[in-house]
């Protein structure tokens, strides 16, 4: 269920755009490319769903080192990334490598699939080009007191989440959720935020800079 809603937020700007049969125009894939960067960066070492595609042109198929959530099929494909392997791959990934995790609905105009192989080309070539579209979400580590978590203690079938602010909230625990992000983005160690509902709501997550944060930053207590 997860990939699928990946699949939809990650395709849809890139299905239908421009007609088949056009050479690639690498400005028009770095603007294609925006509706992979859910997915993607293009800065080396930063990996999200999939592995960064800095320096992609030309490498071996699930050989990043530092990226532990290839498919077994993808890393025993073969598969050097270059304008013949591209384009069935971005056309209909199972179809080339059936078995893999990129399950997507695939780019059905030759244009946009010839853009963004101009686009990947291009970025590989000059490492990121300018223009390069970034990721939306914003630093955590500059995040309010109104989203800085400053204690966590939970009772019975609820968390209490208390904010930098001194604010506390209350949560069903089925409805909060925990995350890491140990990325530049992510927060400082120690410092967990809260992110998507924020204070208000029923529903909320925070993230946290390292797993082993989690259990000891969370106090069973039933009392402030």
């Known amino acids: 269920m997860m990939r699928r809603v990946l699949a939809a937020l990650c395709a849809p700007a890139l299905l239908g755009a421009g007609a088949a049969g056009a050479a690639g125009d690498a400005a028009r894939g770095a603007n294609a490319f925006r509706a992979c960067i859910a997915c993607h960066s293009l800065e080396p070492g ?97 995040a309010p007191d109104t989203s800085r978590i400053a204690a966590i203690r939970h009772c019975g079938d609820t968390y209490h989440v208390t904010n930098a602010k001194g604010d506390t909230v209350p949560f069903w625990e089925f409805n909060l959720r925990f995350k890491t992000d140990s990325g530049p983005g992510g927060p400082a160690p120690g410092k967990p935020v809260m992110v998507g509902s924020g204070m208000q709501g029923d529903r909320a997550q925070v993230v946290f800079a390292d797993f082993r944060e989690i259990s000891s930053f969370i106090v069973e207590k039933c009392s402030p």
């Open 46 to 142: 930063v990996h999200r769903t999939g592995p960064s595609l800095a320096g992609v042109w030309g490498r071996k198929a699930g050989s990043l080192p530092d990226f532990a959530r290839y498919s077994s099929a993808l890393k025993q494909s073969a598969l050097v990334w270059n304008e013949q392997t591209l384009d069935p791959w971005l056309r209909d990934p199972q179809a080339a490598v059936p078995g893999n995790y990129m399950i997507f609905r695939g780019v059905e105009a030759e244009r946009a699939r010839a853009d963004l192989i101009a686009f990947l080309r291009t970025a590989s070539a000059e490492g990121k080009p300018s223009g390069t579209p970034r990721r939306g979400n914003a630093d955590l580590r500059r």
